[in-house]
């Protein structure tokens, strides 16, 4: 318990203290923090830094949910619900992203906006989430996968992730998710989506990737 | 009836004494003072010494014969015509006195609309102190005015020149007019119209042809026209400009190790910026990375370096490397194709992050800026500042770069001698943007890793820093455009050397008109050269007045360029121009020069050029009919008519004398 609070502390401190430059920056924006955060944060950060180049931010920020703060606003579905929407729009079109974990609630088509190019869809299985790094049968580790994505898109061959609902809890603890004790399918899911978002559709500008479309075919996935 | 004639003086001295107090000040004519004194300004290329006294009486019969000339002379015998405007609009806005401009009123092109507007906007013209006398001979004649072509032009894409006619013929009669339009050797497209002259003889007209272009880079359009009946000759039938032909759709690679918010922020720029393809490759793990996962479970292939920087490299309009570490993914050849690939004319972005500037391969430290490793600092924040006394930018490229902040930066950059420094840090004077010339091609570096973002990088807690990062995050726009432009080949911020410009060159000229691609380096002098290397070196500087970017060479073109025969037509020349001393490999143009001989024809007489500006020779009939076309002012009533005050005085003392003589009698 009093790790728990030295780490919020801390992080706490860092987040209001220091704007020293880091490869990009995440806040989690629920007043509410939970129990293993910083420990499930640091796990995962271990982790995808032992198995990819991307190098994360040292802390996870809290309370820093706002312009020029964070650049990925992290959520449990409960926080998000209580955001003002305008800031969250606000906040995609200067550039920021966010990621919204656990239980899904009908009602996250709100942010749909055709005017401003914004679009809820189901990721692809041939897209990003699914092929950024690992090749992924689902991405919430469900059957169906639930996951959406929200799109912006602003040229009819450039369009660009900026949110992701997910029923994984990456970050939050204390429920089950479908990937249950799979820590490793959760990491590769985790991973993916952080390269998704990081690199966009970059795989899309490579025309002829013979390799990858002949592993596809043979682990039976969506060509 | 003495009493009465005192009462009289009485009320006029009291009507006298109140008249400056009723009516303080009158308008006078200044022309009627004495010293009066008139600016004439004088053409030095129009041999005035015969007709000079023949002008003096043209000048005092308007003006009376108590007037002083002072002769002010505006142009120079080795200044291009361009010069001598420029040098008569500066006369011109120093003087305070009534001014006689006698010209031939020989200025065509672009630039002559900008005088126009200088002369009229001038004080004096204002004030309606300002004449013109025309000295130009009057001849029906036709000449090509202008030829322009839009900035941007796209290979294989039709595009419209317009060529502006100015002539003077016939009222009321039909002219057949001929433009063709050529691009060096090669024919490009031409056209035939026919116009109605005008009741006043005067003739403004724009043809527009469409013309298209095989190939990129710069290159030189010459347009030429004729007329029926003859109106058109050489050399100011003959204009040429200098254009610059880029690839509607690019292709850019853009490599990175590491992808950060940086990466993702430049990759969705420029997947959003219209015609441009990007092919990307990006390193997402590395040989320490884990590789507990099997091979075929992931959707990575190996970095395919030896096909992109081989065989695919040629297709290539630009290359980004953004935090690119190139000697470990890149082998010797690789290594050797990108520099050759630079050297050859491509364009590279290094877009710096932490493990850029790091390689030991010598190949690939030919592209670096720096002499060493620079640091990489991560803590301070550091601003950005144009370093304008290197080179001549446009202004909204200037005020961006004055808006850039960064937060993770590269320090302490030696930079090479050949590269040229675009932006510095305000806080340390380090080089953070910078431009290489290698060879044919040009490196550009970004020392900073997070220019490009804006809003999500910077804490907004007020107003103010609302407003500063709105101000970063159009700064970052523009810089980004900029970089996108330079990559595309559509400018280069003055790192090339500039093209000669248009309308025409003459043999004899020691001044040439330059037009360059983003910026010109002050700071530089160019190299101008022919094929056989014979060349001299030539200074460049700018026009304030009339913005023109312009070239001093040492001596003549005559003295280093092959014999040019006294005939009218030009002769195509090849020459170049170089910053680096001709050591470099040069780029050679055609060029058509005209001879010594046909620059005096350079004579015809633009009717628009004074526009605005009151004509000397009119106003001698308008002066007849109406004093109030003279200048007056306001000046006070005793200054104008001081005998008021004299005539006041005597009636006082005729006062004093009858009304005393009277009251003498009385006293008797």
Redesign the interface.
């Known amino acids: 318990m009093l790790i728990k609070y030295i780490l919020a502390l801390l992080s706490l401190i860092y987040s209001l203290s220091s704007?020293?430059?880091v490869?990009?920056?995440i806040s989690w924006c629920s007043a509410q923090v939970p129990d293993k955060l910083a420990e499930n944060y640091f796990a995962l950060k271990s982790v995808v830094e032992?198995?990819?180049?991307?190098?994360f931010p040292k802390n996870i920020l809290l309370n820093a949910c706002?312009?020029?703060?964070?650049?990925i606003w992290w959520f449990d579905f409960a926080s998000f619900y209580s955001f003002n929407l305008t800031d969250i729009q606000t906040h995609i079109l200067?550039?920021?992203v966010f990621i919204v974990e656990g239980d899904m609630k009908d009602n996250i088509n709100l942010l749909n906006n055709e005017t401003i190019g914004l679009t809820l869809v189901t990721p692809e299985k041939n897209g990003m989430f699914y092929?950024?790094?690992?090749?992924l049968q689902s991405l919430d580790g469900c059957s169906p996968d639930t996951s959406k994505v929200l799109m912006l898109r602003?040229?009819a061959n450039?369009q660009?992730p900026v949110g992701l609902f997910t029923k994984t809890n990456f970050l939050s603890s204390g429920r089950i998710d479908c990937f249950q004790d799979n820590m490793d399918y959760k990491i590769?899911s985790f991973i993916n989506i952080m390269?998704a978002?990081?690199?966009?559709?970059?795989?899309e500008?490579?025309s002829d990737?013979p390799?990858?479309l002949d592993?596809i075919k043979?682990?039976g996935l969506e060509p | 009836m003495i009493q009465y004639i005192v009462y009289f003086l009485r009320i006029s001295i009291l009507g006298l004494v109140l008249l400056p107090v009723l009516f303080p000040f009158v308008k006078t004519q200044i022309f009627h003072t004495k010293e009066e004194k008139i600016n004439v300004f004088l053409y030095n290329k129009i041999p005035l010494q015969n007709e000079k006294a023949k002008l003096i009486k043209k000048i005092q019969t308007k003006f009376g014969k108590k007037i002083q000339l002072n002769y002010i002379v505006y142009g120079r015998d080795d200044y291009s015509i361009i010069q001598d405007y420029e040098d008569l609009i500066q006369k011109i806005n120093r003087s305070n006195e009534v001014s006689i401009i006698v010209s031939k009123a020989n200025f065509f092109g672009e630039e002559s609309s900008q005088f126009t507007n200088s002369i009229k906007n001038s004080k004096i013209n204002k004030e309606k102190r300002l004449y013109f006398l025309n000295e130009s001979v009057d001849e029906n004649y036709l000449v090509i005015s202008n030829l322009f072509l839009p900035e941007t032009i796209f290979v294989n894409n039709e595009t419209l020149s317009m060529i502006t006619i100015i002539g003077k013929a016939k009222p009321s009669s039909k002219l057949k007019i001929n433009v063709e339009l050529y691009n060096g050797q090669s024919f490009l497209n031409s056209k035939e119209v026919e116009i109605q002259v005008p009741e006043s003889g005067i003739i403004k007209q724009i043809l527009e042809v469409p013309v298209l272009f095989y190939k990129v880079g710069t290159q030189s359009v010459v347009a030429t026209i004729n007329s029926y009946p003859s109106l058109a000759a050489y050399p100011m039938n003959t204009a040429f400009s200098s254009v610059q032909v880029s690839y509607e759709k690019t292709t850019f690679l853009h490599v990175a190790y590491s992808p950060d918010w940086n990466l993702r922020l430049l990759r969705w720029k420029l997947k959003f910026w219209p015609n441009l393809d990007l092919l990307s490759y990006y390193i997402l793990r590395n040989m320490n990375s884990e590789h507990s996962i099997p091979n075929s479970e992931l959707s990575l292939i190996e970095f395919p370096s030896h096909r992109i920087f081989g065989s695919e490299l040629s297709n290539l309009h630009g290359i980004i490397a953004q935090n690119f570490p190139f000697g470990d993914y890149l082998g010797e050849q690789e290594s050797q194709n990108l520099v050759q690939y630079v050297k050859n004319g491509g364009r590279l972005v290094i877009q710096a992050g932490k493990h850029s500037f790091l390689d030991a391969n010598r190949n690939i430290q030919q592209l670096f800026p720096c002499k060493s490793a620079p640091e990489f600092e991560e803590k301070k924040t550091y601003h950005w500042m144009v370093k304008s006394e290197n080179l001549s930018l446009p202004g909204q490229y200037v005020d961006s770069l004055n808006h850039i902040m960064s937060h993770a930066t590269f320090i302490k950059c030696r930079p090479k001698e050949n590269v040229v420094v675009l932006a510095q840090l305000k806080e340390t004077q380090d080089p953070v943007l910078t431009a290489m010339p290698l060879e044919k091609g040009i490196v550009v570096s970004f020392l900073a890793s997070d220019w490009l973002p804006s809003y999500t990088s910077n804490p907004l807690n007020n107003f103010a820093d609302s407003l500063s990062s709105m101000q970063n995050a159009n700064a970052s726009d523009s810089l980004f455009q900029w970089m996108v432009e330079f990559l595309q080949r559509k400018q280069d911020s003055g790192i090339r050397a500039p093209e000669i410009a248009g309308p025409r060159i003459y043999s004899e000229d020691k001044f040439l008109r330059i037009k360059s691609h983003g910026g010109l380096n002050l700071k530089q002098n160019l190299f101008i050269q022919t094929t056989d290397k014979n060349g001299v070196t030539a200074t460049p500087f700018v026009l304030k007045n009339l913005s023109a970017e312009m070239l001093e060479l040492q001596k003549p073109l005559s003295k280093f360029l092959p014999s040019i025969s006294n005939s009218l037509a030009p002769s195509q020349q090849e020459l170049s121009l170089d910053p680096s001393g001709g050591a470099q490999l040069l780029k050679f143009k055609f060029y058509p020069v005209f001879s010594g001989a046909a620059k005096a024809l350079e004579n015809k007489a633009n009717p628009f050029l004074f526009e605005g500006v009151q004509s000397f020779d009119a106003q001698e009939s308008i002066r007849a009919d109406s004093e109030e076309k003279f200048f007056t002012k306001s000046a006070p009533l005793l200054v104008v008519y001081p005998w008021l005050l004299a005539l006041s005085l005597v009636l006082l003392a005729i006062e004093q004398f009858l009304s005393l003589g009277t009251l003498a009698k009385k006293i008797k």
């Not at chain 1, 032992?50 to 190098?55: E, G, K, N, S």
């Not at chain 1, 978002?197 to 795989?203: A, E, H, Q, W």
């Open positions: 704007y020293a430059h490869g990009f920056r032992r198995r990819t180049t991307l190098v706002q312009p020029g703060k964070a650049d200067n550039g920021g092929r950024s790094f690992y090749l602003k040229k450039a660009a590769r390269f978002f990081m690199t966009t559709d970059y795989k500008d490579q990737l390799e990858i592993r043979k682990l």
